[in-house]
């Protein structure tokens, strides 16, 4: 089970930072990522973590501006947001990798969703 929290309703130019847990299973031997959806899109990709942290990915929206995490040790993956923008506002969902035959930025690579956390930015 992944569990997302840390987020909010901020103004733009403010920073946030989303947390995700992961209980019942060692976060460590799986590869994250943070998607996120907009109410009528597809869900998209925001960021990809190896399972050591060694790599990760960016989609070219947030790159410069967001930063992918974890702390294996304490089954934790991070979303640092910064520079937020009025178009991130979404429900952010965090996932972990159960298939690797393919592109990471898919969802139908992830196996694990957690619920969504809302982020709202204000103008």
């Known amino acids: 089970q992944l569990t997302e929290s840390g987020g909010g309703l901020v103004q733009a130019g403010e920073s946030l930072r989303l947390s995700c847990e992961a209980s019942?299973?060692?976060?460590?031997?799986?590869?994250a990522a943070w998607f996120r959806q907009i109410p009528g899109r597809q869900r998209e990709f925001v960021a990809h973590?190896?399972?050591?942290?060694?790599?990760?990915n960016y989609a070219d929206s947030v790159k410069g501006r967001f930063t992918i995490s974890r702390e294996n040790a304490r089954n934790l993956v991070y979303l640092q947001m910064n520079n937020l923008k009025v178009e991130d506002t979404a429900v952010y969902y965090c996932a972990a990798r159960t298939d690797y035959y393919g592109g990471y930025y898919t969802t139908r690579r992830y196996g694990y969703w957690g619920q969504g956390v809302q982020v709202t930015v204000s103008s």
């Open positions: 019942g299973r060692s976060f460590r031997d799986y590869a």
């Open positions: 973590i190896t399972e050591s942290g060694s790599t990760t």
